[in-house]
């Protein structure tokens, strides 16, 4: 009984004390810094060891020099000259099936009588945007890789090899650009934007892949 009146007269802080060391152990069993020799010798795939790494089986490089690159924040595209939209082989305009270069008509243009958009400029601000391939590196800094893996020129570079960089990669953006082109829309002044897939060209010859 006096074990009973023991465990009831715990006060609220001790509780909340217990909660948060069981947590922390839950946190680092989960985590499991590195598995045992048995577990590792159970498990389908090879372990990686040595090179300081968390995951089990890690797939990401150790960047070694982290957030030194600048934040890129993209430029507001300028709207295409309209001699140049006029010399496009289907130049968006209020024709029906004329809006879009598969030939659809899916919104009302501006300026047309009788309608919402009315009183609206009948002339619309055109920009392109072109779906890319196009290389991209995500990071300027040398790197400890935790896989190994082909360079470029076929040879085999081991997992735990420090490069200056890694090779770019693959990247489908608009514009060739990540992020992407961003459009300064005002109130009042409608915008038309021509998308156009070129993702069938590869000018660079970059890894493709499965796609």
Not at 40 to 45: D, L, N, P, S, V
Not at 113 to 134: F, H, I, M, R, W
Not at 170 to 190: D, V
């Amino acid at each position: 009984m006096a074990k009973k009146n023991e465990l009831l007269s715990l006060s609220r802080r001790d509780v909340l004390k217990l909660g948060m060391a069981t947590g922390a152990a839950t946190a680092v069993g989960t985590l499991g810094l590195r598995p045992t020799a048995a577990a590792a010798q159970t498990a389908t795939q090879p372990v990686c060891i040595g090179l300081l790494a968390i995951e089990a089986f890690p797939t990401s490089p150790l960047i070694l020099e982290p957030f030194k690159d600048p934040l890129p924040v993209p430029k507001a595209a300028s709207p295409i000259d309209p001699a140049v939209v006029a010399t496009w082989s289907s130049p968006p305009d209020p024709g029906v099936g004329r809006q879009d270069s598969a030939g659809h008509t899916h919104q009302l243009w501006p300026g047309a009588p009788g309608t919402v958009v009315a009183n609206y400029p009948s002339k619309p601000l055109v920009y392109q945007n072109k779906l890319q391939v196009a290389p991209a590196s995500f990071t300027t800094s040398p790197v400890r890789t935790l896989v190994g893996y082909r360079d470029t020129q076929g040879n085999v570079v081991p997992a735990g090899t420090v490069v200056p960089s890694l090779p770019k990669s693959t990247l489908y953006a608009f514009n060739s650009q990540f992020p992407g082109p961003m459009i300064n829309a005002e109130y009042g002044k409608p915008v038309v934007v021509r998308f156009e897939n070129h993702l069938d060209e590869n000018p660079y010859n970059l890894d493709r892949q499965d796609f």
